[in-house]
């Protein structure tokens, strides 16, 4: 077991180095339900055989959408807190790839602390299809990422991925609920040593380790 030496206070605070931070109990309902819309636009999108005229109507009314929502941007870099189910928070990115709550594009894997480590439950739809039916294996190495990265810098300090080892064991289904657990080895100084999982219907369908350099934070 995993023992949590550092509290996520010590994180530092982002505003110090010239990057907004907000809230994530902040962003209105109406925010994530236009995340949440857009997502599911995505898949339709993608897997849509509609006519070609309902194909143009939709493509202006999104143009439409875009130039609309376009006149007032977050900075880049912009973080968020997100409660971790234990009276701890993490900070992160608001568009992460993986975990953003602003980003239709991400599955927004919801990393809850266990006494273990993290855990989090995530079913993907073909957004995330790599082989038919399967989900990409760039995409299980992104989830793996995240969900080291976020054990290594809740746990110890935020760090960069400086090395990341997956394998690949069975196929990873979609419109599957996955499992995805991750753990603290152990630290060396700067070098944190994590691994993770994936199972699906209880069998692991892929392992990662990965090596993370503690991010140095000037006096
Ligand atoms: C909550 C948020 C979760 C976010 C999860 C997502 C995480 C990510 O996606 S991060 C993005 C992807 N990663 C990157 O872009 C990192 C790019 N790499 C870098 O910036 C640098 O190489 C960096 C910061 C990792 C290390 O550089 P630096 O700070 O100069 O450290 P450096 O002195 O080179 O290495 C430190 C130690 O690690 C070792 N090390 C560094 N890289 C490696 C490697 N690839 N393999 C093995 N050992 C390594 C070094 O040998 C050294 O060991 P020792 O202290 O024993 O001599």
Redesign the pocket.
């Known amino acids: 077991m995993t023992v949590n030496t550092q509290p996520t206070t010590e994180t530092p605070d982002p505003r110090a180095f010239g990057l907004p931070l907000v809230e994530g109990g902040s962003l209105p309902a109406e925010l994530h339900s236009l995340v949440s819309s857009v997502h599911d636009l995505i898949d339709a999108v993608g897997n849509t055989r509609a006519d070609t005229e309902t194909l143009a109507e939709a493509a202006a009314t999104v143009r439409g959408l875009t130039d609309r929502l376009d006149v007032d941007r977050r900075q880049v870099g912009t973080m968020v807190t997100r409660d971790l189910g234990d009276g701890t928070t993490?900070?992160?990115?608001i568009t992460?790839i993986?975990?953003g709550d602003t980003n239709p594009a991400a599955p927004r894997l919801a990393l809850m602390r266990t006494p273990e480590g993290m855990r989090a439950e995530v079913t993907l739809n073909t957004i995330y299809q790599g082989p038919p039916g399967l989900v990409h294996g760039g995409w299980i190495a992104a989830m793996l990422?995240?969900a080291?990265?976020?054990v290594?810098?809740?746990e110890t300090s935020?760090?960069?991925?400086?090395?990341l080892e997956i394998d690949y064991r069975r196929p990873t289904p979609l419109f599957t609920p996955l499992e995805i657990t991750s753990w603290v080895e152990r630290t060396?100084?700067?070098?944190v040593y994590v691994a993770g999982r994936i199972r699906a219907h209880g069998q692991v369908t892929a392992e990662g380790k990965a090596?993370?350099?503690r991010?140095?934070v000037p006096e």
């Open positions: 993490e900070i992160g990115t992460n993986v975990a990422d995240q080291v990265g976020s290594s810098s809740v935020p760090g960069l991925t400086a090395r060396e100084g700067r070098k090596l993370m350099i991010v140095e």
